[in-house]
């Protein structure tokens, strides 16, 4: 029941990249948060994944909820190679099942935001979706562009930080259990994202998330005693409830990234525009060796900067090569907000 659960849920908090995808004006914080109670951590889901994901083949969707339910059934069990194939079949038929469901719970959405939005003329008047990252745009003004992201202005609890003054503890390992999958790639207008097939999760603090996207920024977001990184990759994991926790790792300059290579290889040549190779890739290849980290709560790094978000944030940075690195800065730059108040946040380490 749990594998059907979480198909529902994931299929619900989706429902905002769709939106996104289809929408050069940008996310749509209305009907990112219509399917969810308001500020549920549901809503913060459809939020971080409106930010910048979208699934392959919206309309060929016809699977139905069935091959979903095989597929993280036989999840649990072990795996030949002649199956991977079927699996990632059939990973790709749940994806569009999840993404028809959410094409579905979009139109219903639409019509509450509407009504919403003329309800406040005044307020509808500096309601846009767009934001970037300066200008009148920037992140200086997320907070006034939209009245679903006045977190952005308003929260304690905002991320990126300096890492600084971590408390080292015995922190408990995260558990891995990444395996190859089916994936796509979009450049959403604000980054280059890559949405990755189902049954890779992690468990910390005794809790299970689920990969759902990851993307990356230039620079680092986070800095670690006040030093940036050349580049980030942000690995957006939920859990059945909804929540997020997002592992980043940080990107020097160095040797080749084989899985960034692979992303590179296969980006869309326009804009909200989605590739969908027929080879899949191990999310394994991204982490660092170490597996040390820090942790401390904070929210998504762009509108609608929503709180409650686990950030793990791993100590030891990846290398890329001087020539993917340039790749990226040809098509974004900038992308990183800067670094907020920490107002005295816990930021745990491992020791
Ligand atoms: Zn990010």
Redesign the pocket.
Known sequence: MRNLTVSIVLASCLIGPLAYAQRDSGPDQGSAKAGAKPGSAMAKGAAEAK?SSAKPGAKEASAKEAPAKEMAAKDSGPMSEGDLSIRIAERLAALKARQAERAAQQARSQKPRKVVRRSDAAMAIHQSDHWSYEGENGPANWGKINAAWSKCATGNRQSPIDIRNGMKVELEQIQFDYQPAGFNVIDNGH?IQVTVGGGNYITVMNQQYELVQF?F?RPS?ERINGKGFEMVV?MVHRDADGKLA?VAVLIERGKPQPLIQTVWNNLPLEKHTTVTPTIVIDVNELLPQRRDYFTYMGSL??PPCSEGVLWLVMKEPVQASPAQLALFSRLYPMNARPVQSSSGRVIKESN
């Open positions: 930010d980054t993307h920024h977001e942000h997002v790094t762009t």
